[in-house]
């Protein structure tokens, strides 16, 4: 298929949205822009909070995940494990963040923090939420810009910072006026996009391979691709440290993230928003067994096509590679395990109907994390660095103007960190996103566990700060020596909370009695 046509596509797309944020974000103000107006719609946010969640990475990793190689297997469904742990993770949310969160009557979650112990830690966690979001967003947004730039823009001419720099200039102008607001329906458009694709996709590689769903399943488990639990406890994989981490990786990422928790406290009532967290828990539970199923799937129909496993020998030594000899030049291969398998088939395999379809529902997955975390990054910077809303010394349209500002600014941020990553160039984004979350959201997650479940005071100092910092450090030297520390045993997703860990202990040695908490 051409690549203007496609590109046609990803315009008029985007056309759309710019129509949904013109309506919504008409008589605007800064209220609306960080919190909705707090008049938010909790079935909407519940289903746009899908789209943000899964993000284009789980569109693409997960699926290619399925018959990629991990420890001489298929990792198979073993993200399942992770999946039960978000179960447990949003149920945490909706009845212990969520509460604490509308009590208080926050903008900002990290003014629980300033609540709690002063200002210092409420900055502290601000700006680990700043790091953290900026590093998890751009690796998202670098996954699906790689891709479209792979298939569509290198074939047109275009650099790929200037595809990168086009992307954001998108986010930008229907995010920029009508914030919060506008995100909560743009997103329910892009969720419902996405998944649409995801089951068009799914529906027609079981009618190309005159198979039902059950037999396919069926048949994965044959192939080795069906297996769920991990039993090796030495293995990163291990069944319990998924499901502990998954739960504290849904708290961190979610119950302590300004961008996911400003589309919650932007609900009305604490009843609906409770609501909307544990529907979309089980909604996304579904989604992602589907997301599973696709890449079996996937890999079932590449080896339909002549595709085989081989033996590789490269930088990293002998890596196990899928090939398929390519339809549209004789005599090649080409590579599609992992990440590569779903847009290799889509693009050089698949009609071109559902070509398109791919491509929407792939920006559809793209667009929710990206501008939700533009947007939550400007709010907390003006809220929580800036102190925007209780500034006397400036007017709505001065408090606007530095708000434009600080939007702008972190697109630029953005920019940077995009191509850093293109630098890096890892294979498996879903990966590095666990781990950043791992190093990143770790301090964050002792901070509020350490408010939430004892009673002791903080000073209000920089030794917060110090501790915050030296926790991640410590992880990394653990993280980076555990296997030979420790028998062979792997530290993976746990890194989190043994991150928060190493920083509530830090805490507690410089904390002192209190009778309460505020």
Known sequence: MSPWILFAFVVGYFALLLAVAYYTSRNSNNDTFF?????SNWMLVAFGMIGTSLSGV?????????????????KGFAYMQVAIGYLIGYAVIAFVLLPLYYRLNLTSIYNYLQHRFGNIAYKTGALFFIISRTAGATARLYLVINILQFFILDKMGVPFIVTTALILLMILLYTFEGGVKTIVYTDTLQTTLM????????IY?????????????????EKGYLNVFNTDVNSKGFFL????????????MTGLDQEMMQKNISVKRLGDSQKNVMTMAVVMFGVLFLFL?????????????GGAYTDITGEAGVVKELLVPDPAHAGQMLHVIGDKIFPSVAMNFLPSSITIIFIIALISALFPSADGALTALTSSFCIDILGLQKRTDMNEKAKKRTRLSVHFSFAFVFLICII???IINNNSIIDVILDLAGYTYGPLLGLFAFGIFTRRQLPNSYAITAISLVAPVLCYIISRN??????????GIELLLLNGLLTWLGLLLISKRSGSVN
């Open 420 to 422: 850093i990553f293109h």
């Open 482 to 491: 555990a296997a030979h520390w420790f028998g062979g045993f792997q530290i």
């Open 35 to 39: 919190i909705g107006n707090k008049n």
């Open 195 to 202: 998944v649409g694709g995801l089951i068009v996709c799914v």
């Open 293 to 305: 199923m696709l890449g079996g799937l996937l890999y079932m129909f590449v080896l339909s096509k």
């Open 205 to 221: 590689i079981l009618h190309h391979l005159h198979i039902g769903g059950v037999e396919a399943l069926s048949q994965m488990r």
């Open 241 to 252: 440290k998924q499901i502990v981490g998954g739960a504290f990786i849904t708290i961190a």
């Open 58 to 74: 789980t569109f693409v990793s997960v699926p290619g995940g399925v018959g990629d190689f991990a420890g001489g297997s298929f």
